[in-house]
Nanobody
Framework: QEQLMESGGGSVQAGGSLRLSCTAS????????MAWFRQAPGKEREGVGY???????RYAQSIQGRFTISKDNAKNTLYLEMNSLKLEATATYYC?????????????????WGPGTQVTVAS
């Protein structure tokens, strides 16, 4: 069964940190590619970064090194550590997965999505 569930969202002051979690079913966690996307109010959903089954990590250029993707194989969980948060990071954050051979930060490749978790950065 394909399943993803995000958690860890909330409100944080600008400059603060949050860690989002994405718990996957065992089947989904074995996917070749897992990623984080986000959608800000009034904007299109955009990619944040991905991690492959062998641990290759890539980030969108807009992230500028403030976010870190990791995973815990023992817990079937994907993480997104966000530091030095800016107001523009306010968005709904989604995790997604697919099992295609090539991992890219393209939404159309991803077949499994979580419901999202809201992150609000306040001044």
């Amino acid at each position: 069964q394909e399943q993803l569930m995000e958690s860890g969202g909330g409100s944080v002051q600008a400059g603060g940190s949050l860690r989002l979690s994405c718990t996957a079913s065992e089947y989904t966690y074995s996917s070749n590619c897992m990623a984080w996307f986000r959608q800000a109010p009034g904007k299109e959903r955009e990619g944040v970064g991905y991690i492959t089954s062998v641990g290759t990590i890539r980030y969108a250029q807009s992230i500028q090194g403030r976010f870190t993707i990791s995973k815990d194989n023992a817990k079937n969980t994907l993480y997104l550590e966000m530091n030095s948060l800016k107001l523009e990071a306010t968005a709904t954050y989604y995790c997604a997965a697919h099992d295609k051979a090539v991992c890219q930060l393209r939404q159309d490749l991803f077949s499994t999505w979580g419901p999202g978790t809201q992150v609000t950065v306040a001044s």
